[in-house]
């Protein structure tokens, strides 16, 4: 079945340096990602649309240059959390949107933590 | 704007009982319903994926329907395992207004199966 791996699983960073998440799809093309944050206790924020070849498409309210997205190929896509604060500690979690049912396969989440 | 609500928040039940888990959505114009399981601390696991065109789908000992013109969503799971405790999500594929191409979540219930 359609797998969508994540990376790293946990990371821990100090402020003020940057931290890059990788998502990517291993069975299947995905031309649309999807990253999500999602705080303690709550339901999934989506943060932003990421499609191959061009640029993302953030949600209200999210900060395009704190959270960089590079979708450079049809399996991987990347989240970089720019000058990182403690404020930005949460678990962000990618998705991949299968082409043949429009199904969402969800990678294993990142937690991140900035001290 | 797409709301989904899920009901019952909670849901603490002895092992062997089967149970009923509830979603709702307020536009009918969604392409897909998709039910999930969240462990703590990790990504979503796709349990079922309901067409706008189909009416159920069964794997094992999880059943989920929809009634698009109600705006409803069931997931049942018949003689619940300590195993099935976890957070349930479900999420709707809008198929139309300012949500067009998203997942809209609901707040998720959050299963207790008692040994």
């Known amino acids: 079945g359609a797998v969508v791996s994540q990376h790293p699983s946990w990371v821990i960073c100090k402020s003020g340096t940057s931290v890059k998440i990788e998502c990517r799809s291993l069975?299947?093309?995905?031309?649309?990602m999807f990253w999500y944050r999602q705080f303690p206790k709550q339901s999934l924020m989506l943060m932003a649309t990421?499609?191959?070849?061009?640029?993302?498409?953030?949600e209200q309210g999210v900060e395009k240059d704190k959270f960089l997205i590079n979708h450079a190929s049809l399996t991987l896509s990347t989240l970089t959390v720019t000058s990182a604060h403690p404020e930005d500690s949460s678990f962000y979690i990618c998705?991949?949107?299968?082409?043949?049912?429009?199904?969402?396969?969800f990678g294993s989440g990142t937690r991140l933590t900035v001290v | 704007k797409q709301e989904v609500t899920q009901i019952p928040a909670a849901l603490s039940v002895p092992e062997g009982e089967n149970l009923v888990l509830n979603c709702s959505f307020t536009?009918?114009?969604?392409?897909?319903l998709q039910w999930f399981r969240q462990d703590p601390g990790k990504g979503l696991t796709s349990l079922l994926l309901?067409?706008?065109?189909?009416r159920e789908q069964t794997s094992g000992r999880l059943n989920a329907s929809l009634d698009k013109s109600s705006g409803r969503s069931t997931l049942y799971i018949a003689a619940s395992q300590p195993g099935d405790s976890a957070t349930y999500l479900c999420?709707?594929?809008?198929?139309?207004?300012?949500?067009?191409?998203?997942?809209?979540f609901g707040q998720g219930t959050i299963l207790t199966v008692h040994p």
């Open positions: 999420a709707g594929l809008n198929a139309g207004g300012t949500s067009y191409g998203k997942l809209t």
């Open positions: 309901i067409q706008s065109s189909q």
């Open positions: 990421s499609n191959e070849g061009s640029k993302a498409t953030y």
């Open positions: 536009d009918s114009a969604i392409y897909n």
């Open positions: 069975d299947f093309q995905a031309t649309t």
């Open positions: 998705s991949a949107r299968r082409v043949v049912d429009y199904g969402y396969t």
